[in-house]
């Protein structure tokens, strides 16, 4: 268990760490806070797990495994380099860490009632827990147990060794559904303490569940689910009606926003110096003030929960690079060293980004701020951080470069000269080319390949404690990972419309989306060229907004402001897009000297819309005949 802290004089939560609720202790307030502190911790063991953040995206038209993946990458990649199974199956991280704290949600809202000090608003803050890890885990398996052992949601205090799956429409109406209303209706506009949930993120998880079930409803694609059940509301109503609710939902946030706005900029929105700014609805917190409050070491982070380590994974080895000491190229150094800074920090080079996202997602890399505001695609000498004197080194064309100079750049687009990757005389030591004239080694687009790719910038490390050195680059991220952002409420309210809801004057499907494309066009620095650039090109963006959008054209607008963060397998199952966008993708192989993209073929069947139930729990279970979900 751990704390949420903010980095203001608001309040914050306290901990007691236990190993045990009993009903007694959560008819006491010190019990009750304390349950829903650890509601808060349990996010930490989700969102920044690598292994989940793995699950969230290889496997997608965004992502493919890098060239240091293991099976825990390549199973999840479905491209025959690995066996998707119940044992190999990364979503299980889910599944391992929300039972628990379902069962504690549960445990307040059946016995704070005898607690005259407890409020509805904080009891709303366990039904908002519940009900968004049982969105969670429908939306991951299927349908889930609603009974833990002693009723359906109810308070277990004694081990089961059986279990009964209920259908998804008695996971979305008996409980996501009920929990996000009351939470809708209890919570305040301003969370009870720093980072705390509010009506507004109540509102964003519950316009999303009518979503997500509404398409579920309408299963354009027939995919199965299971437990196998009609597609049928218990309560009679249809998709059409679940996509108004969704619509409504998301508005009625967007027009009620309390504390909370999108930020001027893409920039400012994953700034790090920027973090838990007023666009953040939810994230799993960490601070480097403490190691006890940050739940793990502040100098060493070993790849395990509940650090925030998962932007690791997409991080490629931009310490290979090498410049040399004098023009010869005779003594090469590391001129690029690892520091823990938001364009670098620790490169596990596990996940990388296709072609395709790079150069479809992201065509318009002018006007659009999004892919500046998303990778690292430059990176800048820092040898003296880390002992080395030279005052200058010598890097592509034998040109001399100082700290702070480009060392390695992945180019916007294909150069109109082509790139020397010949590596014969200039040695990068990854494989990157030089232009005539150039300093920087360079990579285009096509170039891209398993080894070397854009880092993730928006997720990147970040410490204010390095000194004048490399810091720790090492550590868990000490960053909150975001989980839900106020920009989403536009994106739901949109795809709603797109689906059929009736709109509201202002607020049609173009009009939601072009606010968020407006804010893409707005710049106030350059990322990667590291410098600040005050340009508005809202306008172009608008004009560049199609007449008439479709799913296909929201699902290209998510993808380029939520890249990298989690969403994309959710948002491709949701639509039932997944086999459609992502049976191949395109990317370099796995070496320095792989400058040939390679089409891959991946075999995405219905069976994969659900992720296996995990084998452990089949093998705690005392019958678990017909408990796995089909195709595993």
């Known amino acids: 268990m751990a704390m949420l802290i903010g980095s203001c004089s608001d309040d914050i939560l306290e901990e007691q760490p236990r190993s045990v609720y009993t009903p007694a202790y959560f008819k006491t307030e010190k019990g009750i806070y304390g349950g829903i502190t650890s509601m808060y911790a349990h996010l930490r063991y989700m969102y920044g797990n690598g292994y989940f953040y793995n699950a969230c995206l290889t496997g997608t038209d965004e992502v493919t495994y890098a060239s240091s993946g293991d099976a825990n990458f390549k199973d999840m990649d479905l491209s025959g380099v690995g066996q998707l199974t119940g044992l190999t199956s990364r979503s299980d991280v889910v599944w391992n860490n929300v039972y628990s704290n379902i069962n504690t949600a549960s445990g307040i809202i059946e016995n704070a009632v005898a607690v005259p000090t407890i409020t509805n608003a904080v009891i709303a803050e366990a039904r908002f827990f519940r009900a968004f890890d049982y969105f969670l885990l429908v939306q991951t398996f299927g349908g889930v147990p609603l009974d ?365 989306i072009n606010v968020i494309r407006a804010r893409a066009g707005k710049w106030r620095f350059d990322n990667n060229g590291n410098v600040a650039k005050a340009q508005d090109n809202s306008t172009a963006m608008v004009n560049a907004t199609p007449g008439t959008i479709d799913i296909d054209y929201i699902l290209a607008e998510r993808s380029r402001e939520f890249f990298g963060e989690g969403y994309r397998w959710y948002d491709l199952v949701r639509t039932q897009k997944w086999t459609e966008y992502a049976s191949s993708y395109v990317i370099g192989g796995l070496t320095a000297t792989s400058v040939t993209p390679q089409t891959v073929q991946r075999t995405i069947t219905p069976s994969l819309y659900l992720r296996p139930i995990p084998q452990a729990q089949l093998d705690r279970m005392e019958n678990a005949a017909g408990y796995q979900n089909p195709g595993y």
């Open 148 to 512: 833990l052992g002693s009723g359906e949601l109810k308070f277990n205090t004694n081990t089961s060794r059986t279990s009964v799956r209920n259908t998804v429409p008695e996971v979305y109406t008996k409980a996501v559904f009920p929990d996000l209303v009351a939470a809708v209706n209890d919570l305040p506009e301003s969370g009870r303490v720093t980072g705390g949930v509010t009506k507004t993120a109540a509102r964003l998880y519950l316009a999303k569940a009518y979503l997500t079930y509404a398409w579920w409803l309408q299963n354009p694609n027939n995919i199965p689910t299971y437990p196998e059940t009609a597609r049928v509301d218990p309560d009679g109503h249809d998709a059409n009606w679940y996509f108004q609710q969704a619509y409504d939902v998301a508005t009625a946030g967007i027009d009620n926003p309390g504390p909370f706005a999108l930020q001027p900029t893409y920039y400012d929105v994953n700034l790090a110096q920027n973090d838990r700014n007023n666009e953040i609805l939810l994230y799993a917190d960490h601070t480097q003030s403490s190691e006890f409050y940050n739940g793990g070491s502040l100098t060493y982070g070993t790849g395990a929960s509940p650090d925030n380590f998962s932007v690791w994974m997409m991080t490629s080895n931009y310490t290979l690079i090498r410049s040399a000491a004098d023009a010869s190229q005779a003594t090469l150094i590391s001129s690029v060293q690892r520091e823990a800074e938001q364009h670098l920090g620790r490169p596990w080079s596990c996940m990388a980004p296709t072609i395709g996202a790079l150069t479809k997602t992201f065509a318009d890399k002018t006007n659009d701020s999004r892919y500046d505001g998303t990778f690292t695609t430059v990176y800048r000498g820092n040898w003296p951080k880390g002992g080395v004197t030279n005052a200058q080194l010598y890097n592509a064309n034998s040109l001399p470069v100082v700290p702070g100079d480009a060392i390695l750049t992945f180019l916007n687009d294909e150069p109109s000269t082509a790139i020397d990757y010949s590596n014969a005389v200039y040695k990068s030591n990854i494989g990157a080319g030089v232009l005539p004239g150039r300093a920087d080694y360079v990579i285009s687009p096509q170039g891209v390949n398993r080894l070397r790719y854009p880092g993730l910038w928006k997720l990147g490390t970040y410490r204010t404690d390095n000194g004048t050195g490399l810091g720790q680059p090492n550590a868990g991220l000490t960053r909150p990972f975001n989980i839900a952002k106020f920009s989403e409420l536009y994106f739901i309210a949109a795809e709603a419309a797109v689906k059929g809801a009736a709109t509201q004057g202002g607020k049609n499907a173009n009009d939601l």
